[in-house]
C-alpha cells in the first residue's frame, strides 16, 4: 500500500508554526535555527500524512 505524505516547509518563521500544530496528521513539526538572528528567519517543517 502506498503511502503518501506533504512536507511543507514554512520560511515565515517557527513562532507561528508552534501555534498550528493542532492538525491530528501531524507527524513531525520542527523548527530549525541559525538561517537568521531573528525568531521570523526560522524554517518550519511540517509532515503530514494523506489519507
Do not use: H
Not at 503511502?3 to 517557527?14: E, H, L, N, P
Not at 513539526?29 to 525568531?39: E, L, R, Y
Request: net charge negative; hydrophobic share 40%; with cysteine.
Amino acid at each position: 500500500m502506498e503511502k503518501k505524505y506533504t512536507v511543507t516547509i514554512d520560511f515565515g518563521g517557527a513562532l507561528l508554526c508552534a501555534i498550528q500544530t493542532d492538525d491530528p496528521e501531524l507527524i513531525v513539526s520542527g523548527a530549525i535555527n541559525g538561517w537568521g538572528d531573528s525568531v521570523m528567519n526560522d524554517v518550519c517543517v511540517k509532515i503530514t500524512k494523506n489519507d
